[in-house]
């Protein structure tokens, strides 16, 4: 039913907007209906997007527990005293008030796919015609011994932005003189790649300053990571002898916790840290695993519209879906998001629907005014979202490059937000 | 302050000790330095006689005249709002726009960061001045490098663009770039005239403007999508 009708709508725009009605009134209700789980960059633009370029036509609902959503991207800068917190808190009035998007703050629960509904924990239904699930990232359970949600204050693991972040802060101004701040780095593939690596950073710009003699472990299941060259190239120049970073080929890997202890164990070796940040391995947000979607730990998607395999009329967009060669990324959901918005508006109303480009470039900051980047292009192919074209800095940039592309990064950040939010 | 003739220099005493609360600083601009300088401006900027809007106003006239007063160039609302809150171009003025263009017009579509060298920006003014006395002051020369000088076939050019592509297209560089036109770290990219955005676009392409980030979103455009933006830019409010 869904695919005939997607292909007859899309025969011509004058028809289709006669023709969408009847489509609609089978589903009991007014116009068509777009529920979206999750107001990250993903969910907030596709709401954005599709409430804006349907000029009312399509029904949005968004769902979001938190009334105010901090950015995980930039609050690594908060870490590292260059961002407030309130700089990276932004709130759902405008997405509200200027496109008339139902925001409810609550948690969704579960997808009835049968019925195409979704249940919210206080125990309202939201009927939707197209479901979009952009719910970030959760853990894996178990993936690193010894540490759980239980034990998250002991040892934050701040990988989605808010109170966390604030703890993991306070845990590294209260460090002792000399003491030790331990991170446990997380597998491939996971939110933010350069992520982990810029945060060594900021923390190492905050010790240098406050605590000179504190030492940095990361403790890293991989042996490479992004920008490795650059990041490399940061540390032995800006924290010389402060940052020992401990990789798969010397047992990065096989990493155990004890919270009551704050000990950290590394391939056999005990050592009694003052901070813990352990970024465990992820998966897909838990509702995209309970609507049956996903397939191991990610979502199968396909990569013209961000549809899921598993059901044509649930979308997926961000980290939870298995992107192919783009990185889990803010950047990288805000791209598919409007990839997958003009493709919903096709289903829905038979507006035009143009082929999907998507693009990324992350920022990171090593130190103050020394910004670098990484970025590409990507298309669809019928396997998976494909790279084309790529850049990344370079080891030994001069500083006024450096101090470009960290403005840079204030800008992109600007852009984005306004592109959700506002 | 309506602006006096100074000829090739311009002495910035008064400003400076309003600016710099009465210090003894006294420059002396130098319009020979300060054309080198405008090299960073020329690119949105023309001046001199014939000089037409280009992504900014001209700059024949700009002493003494009220922010955002200049006749036929759409001005981003910021500018227009400073303007008819009485922000008039003087020498005060301008130093502080040319510092910080965003601390003194905070949405201003001037995609600049600003010079931070007193001098520096002393010398651009004294070359500024040249051209700001009355239009006889004009030096019979042509305009500063145009910011569409260019070799692009004039069939590309010629290209009108499909606005809702346009609009589809747009969204990728709205992860970036401000929708309300202002530059805020990002280049703004709203009412460009046609042809500068194409051209732009296409240095980009062809790897002639340095920046990998463009290079690369320019490298995948078609120059009928490249047209598609242009048109949708062009008007974006």
Not at chain 1, 67 to 80: I, V
Not at chain 1, 110 to 126: I, M, N, Q
Not at chain 1, 302 to 316: Q, R
Not at chain 1, 399 to 420: C, F, H, N, P, Q
Request: proline fraction near 5%; aromatic fraction near 8%; charged fraction near 20%.
């Amino acid at each position: 039913m869904t695919l005939n009708r997607r292909l007859f709508l899309s025969t011509g725009a004058a028809a289709a907007a006669s023709l969408a009605a009847p489509a609609v009134l089978a589903q009991g209700a007014g116009k068509p209906r777009v529920v979206v789980i999750g107001g990250g960059p993903g969910g907030a633009t596709a709401a954005r997007y599709i409430a804006k370029d349907s000029k009312g036509g399509i029904a949005v609902t968004l769902v979001e527990p938190s009334r105010t959503y901090f950015t995980c991207f930039f609050s690594n800068l908060y870490l590292g005293g260059f961002k407030e917190m309130e700089d990276l808190g932004h709130t759902y009035g405008t997405l509200a008030a200027k496109y008339r998007i139902n925001v409810v703050h609550d948690w969704a629960i579960e997808v009835d796919r049968d019925t195409k509904t979704v249940r919210l924990a206080s125990g309202e239904t939201l009927p939707y015609d197209k479901l979009i699930l952009s719910p970030g990232i959760d853990f894996v359970d178990g993936a690193v011994e010894g540490w759980s949600l239980a034990t998250q204050n002991a040892m934050p693991h701040a990988y989605k932005a808010g109170s966390q972040t604030e703890l993991l802060k306070a845990q590294i101004a209260a460090m002792p003189e000399g003491g030790i701040f331990a991170m446990v780095a997380p597998p491939n593939p996971f939110r933010c790649p350069p992520g982990p690596y810029e945060r060594i950073s900021m923390v190492a710009h905050t010790l240098r300053e406050t605590n000179p003699t504190a030492k940095i472990i990361i403790a890293d299941p991989k042996s490479k990571f992004s920008k490795m060259g650059l990041f490399q190239e940061g540390w032995a120049d800006l924290y010389p002898g402060m940052i020992d970073w401990i990789g798969q080929d010397f047992g990065g890997g096989n990493v155990s916790v004890d919270a009551d202890a704050m000990t950290l164990t590394i391939d056999g070796e005990t050592t009694k840290v003052d901070v813990c940040n352990v970024i465990p391995a992820m998966k897909a947000g838990h509702i995209a695993e309970m609507a049956g979607v996903a397939d191991g730990n990610w979502v199968p998607i396909n990569p013209a519209d961000m549809s899921s395999k598993a059901d044509p009329d649930i979308y997926v967009l961000g980290d939870s879906a298995d992107q192919g060669d783009m990185p889990k990324s803010g950047f990288a959901a805000n791209s598919q998001a409007k990839v997958c918005a003009n493709a919903v508006r096709g289903a829905l109303t038979g507006s035009k629907v143009f082929p999907a480009k998507f693009s990324n470039t992350c920022w990171s900051l090593i130190d103050t005014d020394n910004g670098v980047k990484v970025g590409a292009t990507y298309e669809a192919t019928d396997e998976k979202i494909a790279k084309v074209d790529g850049f990344i800095s370079e080891t030994g940039e001069n500083s006024a490059l450096r101090k470009a592309t960290y403005e840079e990064s204030e800008g992109w950040y600007a852009g984005i937000v306004a592109d959700m939010f506002s | 302050m309506r602006a006096r003739p100074f000829h090739a220099t311009l002495a910035a005493c008064v400003a400076a000790n309003v600016l710099w609360g009465g210090t003894a600083w006294c420059q002396t601009g130098d319009a020979k330095e300060g054309a080198k300088i405008f090299s960073q401006c020329s690119g949105c900027h023309e001046i001199g006689q014939g000089a037409r809007d280009r992504i900014g106003p001209h700059l024949n006239g700009i002493f003494g005249r009220p922010a955002a007063a200049h006749d036929g160039f759409d001005y981003s609302k910021s500018m227009a709002r400073a303007g008819s809150d009485g922000l008039t171009w003087t020498v005060e003025t301008l130093d502080a726009y040319i510092e910080n263009p965003r601390a003194l017009v905070s949405k201003t579509r001037m995609s600049f960061r600003g010079l931070d060298d007193p001098q520096d920006r002393v010398n651009l003014m004294a070359y500024l001045r040249n051209y700001s006395d009355d239009p006889s002051n004009i030096p019979e020369a042509e305009p500063t490098a145009r910011g569409t000088d260019h070799d692009l076939a004039p069939e590309i050019l010629a290209l009108v663009g499909d606005a809702e592509y346009g609009e589809y297209l747009s969204s990728e560089c709205l992860s970036c770039h401000m929708a309300d036109g202002s530059a805020q770290g990002i280049p703004s990219i709203t009412r460009w005239p046609t042809e500068d955005f194409v051209v732009a676009m296409h240095a980009y392409k062809a790897g002639l403007r340095p920046h990998p980030v463009m290079q690369m979103m320019a490298g995948r455009l078609s120059d009928e999508e490249i047209a598609a933006l242009a048109a949708y830019f062009k008007d974006l409010d």
